[in-house]
């Protein structure tokens, strides 16, 4: 049983950190570390966590008070975590993460089992109102379809994998891949860890582990536009051409069929209704994964504009403030775009 090493970044959670940290140190995997990086939280996250600390010494907490320059905060407070780690596995995950006990020792049975070097695994989502919970599920097809996750395993194929929830790394791997030095200035930090480790030649895969692993994802639609907006252009590279070219399929793949079958006619609208029942089919199975309603599948248009509006809106809020602002700090843009991998 390999020693594990537990790495939380944690910047303004109070919310939510101690009922997520709780299930965490409740794993029932014997040999086990926990660090948690209190990364300039401004909210109680720092007393929380100081509570906490005196009523369980297992947990080890790193006050970061500063942020170098070249760094994104999160990215730093992972890099500092896993230079602080003693194992020798790595578990990257989030500070609104609530764990199954039975989560890591899986994790690493299944790791274990399969000579992997890298385990990501999918977390259930949980967000409050239909509309966020529809957008739940257009976002997994559009994520799906563009990363390929299945093909991860696959030494033969470029796709890689990634998931802030649950990354389990080997330390040999993770310090010959770059460590997150690699991907300083990243925003999607999770996935591109991935990656670095499938460039390196590291065996991994991507699990569902909705029963083991719950995330309240945003609690309203404000978070949600927000809190993607710092990915949703940094996934595409930061390409302009790039960004209007997939917005532009999203609209004419998943929004475009539904008009389409009220302003054409004859053999062509036959065709769009067709189109339109497939799409449905799929979705509403797809939903399963989700726990959503099949009938949510009805408002996938719907969700389908809402993710263009994020990705363009990213784009052009990138572009008109040089760079950009997460969690209180700006990040310029050139440093963001010379981070490639």
Avoid at 24 to 38: G, K, M, S, T
Avoid at 132 to 144: E, Y
Avoid at 268 to 278: D, E, F, G, N, T
Wanted: proline letters at 4%; hydrophobic letters at 50%; aromatic letters at 10%.
């Amino acid at each position: 049983m390999p020693l594990v090493s537990v790495i939380i970044p944690a910047r303004n959670e109070a919310k939510k950190i101690r009922n997520a940290l709780q299930s965490v140190l409740q794993q029932d995997y014997p040999n086990v570390e926990y660090i948690v990086l209190n990364d300039r939280s401004t909210d109680e996250t720092g007393a929380i966590l100081a509570r906490m600390l005196a009523e369980d010494r297992r947990l080890r907490v790193i006050d970061i008070t500063e942020l170098p320059s070249g760094w994104l905060g999160k990215n730093y407070a992972l890099s500092q975590g896993a230079e602080k780690a003693s194992g020798e596995l790595l578990m990257f995950t989030d500070a609104d993460i609530v764990m199954d006990s039975s989560a890591l020792s899986r994790g690493v049975s299944y790791l274990q089992l399969n000579r992997l070097d890298h385990l990501a695994a999918m977390p259930a989502v949980h967000m409050p109102g239909w509309l966020l919970r529809t957008f739940c599920s257009a976002f997994g097809i559009f994520f799906s379809a563009y990363i390929r996750p299945w093909k991860a395993k696959d030494p033969l194929s470029k796709s890689f994998i990634g998931i802030g929830a649950f990354n389990l790394v080997r330390t040999e791997a993770y310090k010959a891949a770059g460590t997150h030095r690699a991907i300083a200035m990243r925003p999607d930090d999770d996935i591109k860890l991935g990656k670095l480790l499938k460039k390196a030649g590291y065996r991994q895969e991507m699990v569902f582990g909705m029963d083991l692993l719950q995330v309240e994802w945003y609690s309203s639609l404000s978070e949600l536009i927000d809190g993607l907006m710092k990915n949703s252009f940094a996934g595409i590279e930061y390409s302009v051409p790039l960004s209007v070219a997939a917005g532009i399929v999203a609209l004419a793949l998943n929004v475009w069929p539904f008009i389409a079958i009220f302003v054409v006619a004859g053999v062509a609208r036959v065709i769009y209704v067709w189109a339109v029942l497939l799409m449905f089919l799929i979705i509403a199975d797809a939903n399963r994964f989700y726990g959503l309603p099949r009938r949510y599948a009805l408002a996938h248009p719907l969700s389908s504009l809402l993710f263009v509006y994020i990705l363009w809106r990213s784009m052009v809020l990138a572009l008109w403030t040089d760079g950009i602002s997460w969690r209180g700090t700006h990040y310029p843009l050139r440093m963001l775009k010379a981070n490639r991998i």
